[in-house]
């Protein structure tokens, strides 16, 4: 028995869209760069999150609007219509909630679930602009910043405690705000990024990793005071750029203020 049109097309978006299963699609609008949705959640009883009562009473309707994974290229935008409901368990503090669909909307997230693991999955291997440039081309459009953002949001697999640890800085907005990442000094395996380079957020951490024996650290005072107070017994180790760095800027110094010395002073100065 043949298949009406009607029954393809809504199979069709099943397949297409399918890491969005769980809204019901109402409309597809072709924007050229952009396929933009209209999407709403399915009616049916929501659990309150805080007593898990059950509800269909709605409060109030509220609308998100997401981006999901590309499709032919293109951004895929969602404007889904969300339901705030009233919980109608008695004595309960939470009186209204809205519908959550886990793997789709998650609060506070302006990408679904899926669109969130496929930048996770480039930057983890091409941080800063390098990832903003292949997510790009791929019709995701972040900033170097929500790239950032994005690794250092990334679960770190636990890794042995190292008996060298390397600590170092690296620009998040750069002259303005800094993070710390820590290695495994001998093997080069990240074991932790830090959200700034404070000597307080770096001592908490060292507290958490008993057996490091030895820290080789870029001059950066803050480190060396955290470690000092942290963990006084390691022993503190500069590291070879860094020391390169400083010894080669003494050198630049030195040899401009011989320059200086030997320029002749200009008449009347
Ligand atoms: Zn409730």
Redesign the pocket.
Known sequence: MPRSVECDVKELLKIVFSGLLPLVIEEVDDEGTELRLCARTPDRPAP??????H?TKVHAYHQRTLTDTPVDGRTVRVVVRVLRLA???RG????T?REQLPGVLVRYQRRTSRLTAQIGAVVRELAGRAGTRVLSALAVRISKNTALRNLMRLPLPRHPVPRVLGVDDFALRKGRRYATVLTDAVTNTRIDVLPDRTADTLQASLRDHPGIEIVVRDGFAAYAEAIRRARPEVLQVADRWHLWHVRREALIGRVEVRDLRRRPVAAGR
């Open positions: 309150c999150p805080l007593c898990g009562t509800s919980c109608r368990a309960c503090p939470r009186q909630f």
